[in-house]
């Protein structure tokens, strides 16, 4: 077995499946490899190389961002047991010199960005001991010093792009923080410098040399290689995949935010973590292997199942980093090669969580074969609407890591990494799952300017119950999946315990049990003229009396256009007592919306005043003129009551600003309701003073009419004309008490 095809077996399964697959495309195998896959070559110039496309777009941001640490990469160690610091220090400087990224700079030169690397460089690793700090305060001070550390900005220009430090906690007990700028590093990068710096601390420690093997290239040979290969227009195909997937308008994620989107950006962020169980975990990789798709399709299916509940949006675009390490020289090189993909789906339809992996896990492999196109290149191509208020393309990252930053064993010393909050968000949210032995660890970094993290710790046990519910079913079709917590299901049982005793009467059967309690009260003012309990209910009765004579029964549709005065409390009153449902029509309506209301719910009688005679449409309905004689000589007695709490009270009409007006019926049960439960949360008793100033067109109406008559208040009826004038509205209010 040659060297190359050593390092082939070596390749994780996912790495192996995606190389053979390419491989297979141009009909190739993996017999053949040695001799047909193309090698990144050294360069040959001692020209300053240029930056490659992912260190083009970070210097970029630095030019915009450069007082902030927006690509600051921290990565915190603890160590346990006997630490040899001459040995890490010296264990730091000898992987700088085999990495040639680590030791450079970006300066521009005739106008170009581009790598200036310097032959060495050796950093001094300060020791700050904290071990008299007392323990109370010593947590708080180590907080202080990490944040400060990690935050600290980068000059690109000059000066080391890394710095670390220890912190010495107890005698066998360290902390070991290491902070590069992105433009160095991403995190496999991250994977290797720590295993490099073990592999030569344990040397350096038991006093013996270490040869590494020697690096075939450096990464500036890689930066190379990916311009000439963009110069030579190798991308066309991938280029062609993603105008295709990311064709149309982009939507933006909506989630629901604790707080307005900022015009601008912050970029301040925070963290929170979820450990899922081991049971669980084990659970999803073996519906993973059942289902044939990687563990990372499954939790990227279940992520967008939780972004589609949380929004309802049926396109979702997500993204995920991926290394951009295909070729063999690459994987034991430090820098940044990463890439992004865009995994868009399409959610419609409402599939079972089955019917969907399948097809997140087709966009996937779909990506995958198109990944060599880099991000940069896709979004310079695209030219995606600029919002300075969120990122391009998506909002949202996805990141699984298979094989994260594990303990390290080293002679008399543990390595055990730490999660640091750097207290930045790049996007709206991230989520990170890493697969531990403890279980799945999932770490969501948010943007604080948008979320709280009550919110984001909700959305995290939404996840699990999300992922809980996939496993036992996974035929549910997506819309069906659960999502609330245990305490979640048991809050709303609580919310939903809404049961009071309220009485079971309608609110004409209310307003005369209480003209029995206050018979000479004042009920009703309008202008001057007063009406006790006693009169409003003799005058409601006489009309309800005369409504009956004219054949008024149960649920029959009565219109009632009236200008605001007494007359409009009386004739509400007469038609409930008569049975009817009352249809509320302005009379500064056009006229063709008031014959299209009482067309369409067929009102065959119309209380109106002789003033809007000429002024109403032609309709056919018999009209009952309020200020008219006619009725005023019937009984003064409550007629039979012919409705229960089941019955129609009255009809109002939408606006229909987005299509025609509908009616919208409404029970006597559904408004005792209301006006009861207003009574009660408010604690209303008699005595006060109403004011009504709301059209009968509005449902608000009614709690400002029959409310203060259930209750044995006085009500105050504005005119049209002081209800639409500030000046005399607060003159009334005023004068009224």
């Given at each position: 077995m040659n060297d190359i095809e050593q390092r082939i077996a070596a390749l994780s399964p996912a790495q192996r499946a995606l190389f053979e697959q390419r491989l297979k495309q141009k009909g190739l195998g993996t017999k053949s490899v040695s001799t047909q896959i193309s090698a990144i070559p050294k360069r040959q110039s001692s020209d300053a190389p240029p930056l490659s496309l992912a260190q083009e777009r970070f210097w970029l941001m630095h030019q915009l961002e450069s007082e902030i640490h927006l690509y600051n990469e921290s990565n915190l160690f603890r160590f346990t047991g006997k630490l040899n610091g001459e040995a890490l220090e010296k264990s730091l400087n000898e992987v700088i010199k085999r990495h040639e990224i680590l030791r450079t700079n970006f300066q521009l030169l005739d106008g170009q960005p581009v790598q200036i690397i310097a032959s060495d460089l050796t950093l001094k690793l300060p020791i700050i001991d904290l071990q008299e700090v007392s323990e109370s305060d010593r947590e708080v001070k180590v907080k202080q010093i990490i944040q400060k550390i990690s935050s600290r900005p980068f000059d690109l220009t000059q000066g080391a792009l890394l710095r670390a430090i220890l912190l010495k906690i107890k005698p066998n007990e360290h902390l070991f923080l290491v902070t590069m700028h992105h433009v160095l590093c991403d995190g496999w990068s991250m994977k290797i410098f720590f295993q490099e710096l073990a592999n030569f601390y344990q040397a350096f420690s038991e006093n013996k040399l270490l040869n590494l093997p020697k690096l075939?290239?450096?990464?500036?040979?890689?930066?190379?290689?990916?311009?000439?290969?963009?110069?030579?227009?190798?991308?066309?195909?991938?280029?062609?995949?993603?105008?295709?997937?990311?064709?149309?308008?982009?939507?933006?994620?909506?989630?629901?935010?604790?707080?307005?989107?900022?015009?601008?950006?912050?970029?301040?962020?925070?963290?929170?973590?979820?450990?899922?169980?081991?049971?669980?975990?084990?659970?999803?990789?073996?519906?993973?292997?059942?289902?044939?798709?990687?563990?990372?399709?499954?939790?990227?299916?279940?992520?967008?199942?939780?972004?589609?509940?949380?929004?309802?949006?049926?396109?979702?675009?997500?993204?995920?980093?991926?290394?951009?390490?295909?070729?063999?020289?690459?994987?034991?090189?430090?820098?940044?090669?990463?890439?992004?993909?865009?995994?868009?789906?399409?959610?419609?339809?409402?599939?079972?969580?089955?019917?969907?992996?399948?097809?997140?896990?087709?966009?996937?492999?779909?990506?995958?074969?198109?990944?060599?196109?880099?991000?940069?290149?896709?979004?310079?191509?695209?030219?995606?609407?600029?919002?300075?208020?969120?990122?391009?393309?998506?909002?949202?990252?996805?990141?699984?890591?298979?094989?994260?930053l594990l303990s390290l064993e080293l002679p008399g010393l543990v390595m055990e990494p730490l999660m640091v909050d750097s207290g930045i968000s790049k996007f709206d949210l991230t989520l990170y799952l890493e697969d531990s032995k403890q279980g799945l660890i999932g770490v969501v970094e948010y943007n604080t300017d948008l979320f709280k993290s009550e919110t984001i710790a909700r959305m995290l046990g939404h996840f699990q119950t999300l992922l809980e519910g996939i496993v036992t079913d996974p035929e549910q079709s997506i819309a069906n999946l659960p999502l609330l917590t245990k305490s979640e299901k048991q809050q709303f049982r609580e919310w939903n315990r809404t049961e009071s005793d309220y009485p079971q009467a309608c609110i004409h059967e209310l307003f005369e049990m209480q003209v029995e309690r206050t018979p000479d009260a004042v009920a009703v003012v309008f202008e001057g003229k007063i009406l006790t309990y006693r009169e409003l209910n003799q005058r409601a009765n006489q009309l309800a009396h005369y409504l009956r004579e004219l054949g008024v029964s149960a649920e029959q549709f009565i219109g009632i256009c009236v200008e605001r005065s007494l007359s409009i409390i009386i004739g509400l009153l007469a038609i409930l007592k008569a049975g009817g449902v009352y249809v509320p029509l302005d009379p500064e309506y056009p006229p063709n919306r008031l014959a299209f209301m009482v067309k369409d719910t067929g009102v065959s009688l119309l209380l109106t005043q002789e003033k809007f005679a000429d002024k109403l449409p032609e309709i056919n309905a018999k009209k009952v003129y309020l200020d008219s004689n006619v009725w005023t000589t019937h009984s003064t007695a409550n007629p039979t009551n012919l409705v229960t709490l089941d019955n129609l009270v009255y009809t109002i009409y939408t606006s229909g600003s987005t299509g025609k007006p509908k009616g919208v019926l409404i029970f006597h049960g559904a408004l005792t309701n209301c006006l009861i439960a207003f009574q009660q949360k408010l604690g209303l008793s008699g005595g006060d003073t109403f004011l009504s100033v709301t059209t009968l067109s509005f449902d608000i109406a009614a709690l400002e009419l029959y409310l203060p008559l259930i209750l044995g208040n006085r009500l105050i009826i504005a005119s049209r004309e002081v209800a639409t004038d500030g000046t005399q509205l607060l003159k009334l209010i005023h004068s009224s008490g």
């Open positions: 075939p290239i450096q990464y500036a040979d890689f930066a190379i290689w990916q311009r000439e290969k963009i110069a030579r227009q190798e991308y066309a195909n991938h280029l062609s995949y993603w105008k295709q997937q990311l064709a149309g308008t982009l939507p933006v994620l909506e989630l629901p935010t604790d707080y307005p989107r900022p015009a601008v950006q912050s970029f301040r962020g925070a963290r929170t973590s979820l450990i899922l169980s081991e049971n669980l975990t084990q659970v999803l990789k073996s519906l993973s292997q059942r289902e044939g798709v990687t563990l990372f399709v499954m939790l990227l299916t279940a992520f967008k199942i939780l972004l589609y509940r949380y929004t309802g949006q049926l396109d979702l675009l997500v993204g995920t980093p991926i290394s951009d390490r295909t070729k063999i020289e690459a994987e034991r090189l430090i820098g940044c090669m990463l890439n992004t993909l865009v995994l868009r789906t399409d959610l419609s339809g409402n599939p079972s969580f089955r019917q969907l992996l399948t097809r997140v896990r087709d966009v996937t492999l779909a990506a995958y074969t198109h990944q060599a196109l880099p991000f940069e290149q896709l979004v310079k191509e695209l030219q995606p609407n600029r919002d300075l208020s969120h990122s391009p393309l998506f909002q949202v990252l996805f990141v699984f890591l298979e094989a994260p």
